[in-house]
T-cell receptor, first 112, second 111 residues
Framework: RKEVEQDPGPFNVPEGATVAFNCTYSNSASQSFFWYRQDCRKEPKLLMSVYSSGNEDGRFTAQLNRASQYISLLIRDSKLSDSATYLCVVIRYGGSQGNLIFGKGTKLSVKP | DAGVIQSPRHEVTEMGQEVTLRCKPISGHNSLFWYRQTMMRGLELLIYFNNNVPIDDSGMPEDRFSAKMPNASFSTLKIQPSEPRDSAVYFC?????????FGPGTRLTVL
């Protein structure tokens, strides 16, 4: 089983729709969680951190469920510019900052 | 700030040739990471440095791959000899906290 798993999609949604992605992780020792965004043929960029209490940034809401070991990202009122691949990222500590584990990403395509 | 700088942006080479990828991290960042991204395997960490010292190279696929960081502002990833299965996008990233900042990547094609 992969350490971080995501539905690859693609999710094809119309503008204005609400879309949600889930990500599951297998290592219960995982301690920090993030969503990165990667545009086509570009580098990944941090979208938002994910906190246990849930957090919101404009149209984006991230949730963490430690008991079930999954992370979610909700995008409301989706825009054409939201089209990208969304990477779920998990850090497990153990003295190594490099333990950043990326999911393979979920592709979102927002259509007019 | 110019961000993480990588060169070359594209590299096409023939099997058996040596390939050297270069990275300049963001000034002030003390950690540097080399990743490889393919459709099949996604984004994989190859090696990372903290304060110019290699900390974890367990992701380096085999001895053909080597990485150096001679100073805080420069790192190289070398593949010798290159093979077609090395074709991928190689990203360098730097950080001084949890967030990693990625360079634009080097798209490597080995024929």
């Amino acid at each position: 089983r992969k350490e971080v798993e995501q539905d690859p999609g693609p999710f094809n949604v119309p503008e204005g729709a609400t879309v949600a992605f889930n990500c599951t992780y297998s290592n219960s020792a995982s301690q920090s969680f993030f969503w990165y965004r990667q545009d086509c043929r570009k580098e990944p960029k941090l979208l938002m951190s994910v906190y246990s209490s849930g957090n919101e940034d404009g149209r984006f809401t991230a949730q963490l469920n430690r008991a079930s070991q999954y992370i979610s990202l909700l995008i409301r009122d989706s825009k054409l510019s939201d089209s990208a691949t969304y990477l779920c990222v998990v850090i497990r500590y153990g003295g190594s900052q490099g333990n950043l584990i990326f999911g393979k990403g979920t592709k979102l395509s927002v259509k007019p | 700030d110019a961000g993480v700088i990588q060169s070359p942006r594209h590299e096409v080479t023939e099997m058996g040739q040596e390939v050297t990828l270069r990275c300049k991290p963001i000034s002030g960042h003390n950690s540097l990471f080399w990743y490889r991204q393919t459709m099949m395997r996604g984004l994989e960490l190859l090696i990372y440095f903290n304060n110019n010292v290699p900390i974890d190279d367990s992701g380096m696929p085999e001895d053909r791959f080597s990485a150096k960081m001679p100073n805080a502002s420069f790192s190289t990833l070398k593949i010798q000899p290159s093979e077609p299965r090395d074709s991928a996008v190689y990203f360098c990233a730097s950080s001084r906290g949890k967030e990693q900042f990625f360079g634009p990547g080097t798209r490597l094609t080995v024929l």
